[in-house]
């Protein structure tokens, strides 16, 4: 308002006093053209200043209106934010119990597996060949940490024409922890402390054909600075004398484990009151047997600098009858044998692990084992959890005169697997 009124009193004041000037002092045309001039190069320059100073105005009034709309938006894009924030808090207060459980299962809960491809070439006792590509192995492991003296494990197992669709392999509850406490029990559907079985190679030892014994079972056991001893108690599926269903039947294992940073061993041993509840001789047994066979076994495992040595005898300690288990017209007293040796070593930042094997069994040709088995074994690590492996198996059976066809079988396999 100050700038609109200044305009008119300049023209007033210069009014005025252009009069008082011309009434008290007339002067001449020129003169007064000049002052004229004057005044109006005055009013030219006030009218410029004036527009400059509107102009100036109107920009001001332009920034401010475009700070007020960015204002106004900003505060819509502020409601809006916290809209949302509200409805994310309400989601999280919604998904908190579930977001608990879930760091309860993570915490409590530990899932791993394995997923075994093979191929395969061989030639039979009778010289027939054979190749083919299997889904060999998959495995499931679920271990459940419900308390510190207090877990669970089950494994679930589909091997490809043995297995399909699933099945249940091990579930037990193991009440203990040897960290802190040298006694646990173990009780449930699980293979049984008889035979150790480490190997290099893709095919399972002859002495697993022979001893491993899955059963529901009760296992009391005790580890303490590498000394671990078990008892263990089942009811078998092979009844002595045909007795009713009781758990009659039990084991014992013990042995001593020590390991530093370039050289660790394993050796132990193991006693069951009856070996024809193993899963190679329940198939080949009648339902019902005269008497219990007990089995033995021993194993020693070294290693040193990258070399392993592996030695393992699994047997029976009398034989079965001739009704039960035949060999060459007599009882049967199968035993079976693995000596194996490995080195490992890296090519080029992954582990390679090269290995010989040397097994043999006696009196279980009713059990179809090879009489001797040569193999060799080169694998290698391909990524973390991740090997290819390959294996030449060279079996030699039975001579005719023990009931065998005394001839030989080679395999070759090719194995990839994945362990997560």
């Known amino acids: 308002m100050k700038k609109t009124i ?3 009193l300049i023209l007033i004041s210069l009014l ?3 009069t008082v000037t011309l009434a008290s002092d007339p002067l001449d045309p020129q003169e007064l053209q000049s002052r004229i001039n004057i005044l109006e190069q005055q009013l030219n320059d006030r009218q410029k200043q004036l527009n400059s100073q509107r102009q100036e105005i109107e920009t001001n009034v332009q920034h401010i209106s475009k700070h007020k709309r960015d204002i106004d938006g900003n505060r819509e894009h502020l409601q809006e934010q916290e809209e949302n924030l509200e409805k994310t808090h309400a989601n999280h207060e919604q998904l908190a119990p579930f977001s608990e459980s879930l760091k309860l299962i993570g915490k409590h809960l530990r899932i791993g597996g394995v997923v075994e491809v093979e191929i395969g070439f061989s030639e039979d006792y009778n010289d ?3 190749s083919d590509i299997v889904l060999a192995t998959i495995t499931l492991d679920i271990d459940i940490d419900l308390h510190k003296y207090v877990k669970a494990h089950i494994l679930l197992l589909w091997e490809e024409d043995d297995t399909e669709p699933v099945d249940l392999d091990e579930a037990y509850i193991l009440l203990g922890n040897t960290e802190h406490f040298p006694l646990y029990l173990q009780i449930g559907k699980l293979y049984l402390p008889f035979g150790n079985f480490e190997s290099h190679m893709i095919s399972d030892p002859l002495t697993l054909g022979l001893g491993e014994s899955r059963e529901s079972a009760v296992i009391l056991g005790i580890d303490f600075n590498g000394l671990h001893a078990s008892a263990y108690a089942f009811n078998g599926d092979i009844n002595e004398n045909r007795d009713d269903d009781e758990i009659k039947c039990f084991g014992l294992n013990a042995g001593y484990a020590f390991e530093n940073e370039t050289f660790n061993f394993d050796i132990g041993a193991g006693w069951i009151n009856s070996i024809a509840d193993s899963d190679g001789l329940t198939d080949a047994l009648p339902g019902d047997i005269k008497n219990y066979v007990a089995g033995v076994t021993a194993h020693a495992i070294f290693f040193w600098q990258g070399l392993t040595l592996i030695g ?6 009398d034989e079965f009858e001739v009704s039960e288990l035949n060999f060459k017209g ?11 040796l ?3 070593f890296e090519i080029s930042g992954h582990e390679t692990v090269i290995a010989l094997a040397y097994q043999g069994s006696d009196e279980a040709l009713a059990l179809e084992l090879p009489e001797e088995r040569y ?12 090997s290819l492996v390959v294996e030449y198996a060279h079996d030699e059976d039975y001579d005719e005169k023990d009931g065998g066809t005394g001839d030989n079988a080679d395999t070759v396999t090719l194995r990839m697997a994945l362990e997560f």
């Open 312 to 317: 393992e005898y699994l047997g029976a300690t």
């Open 375 to 386: 193999l060799g074994s080169f694998g290698v690590g391909l990524a973390d959890g991740l």
């Open 6 to 8: 200044t305009l008119p």
């Open 16 to 18: 005025l006093f252009a």
């Open 128 to 130: 027939n060949n054979e």
């Open 330 to 340: 007599s009882g049967a007293e199968p035993k079976t044998w693995n000596i194996e």
């Open 342 to 344: 490995g080195y490992t």
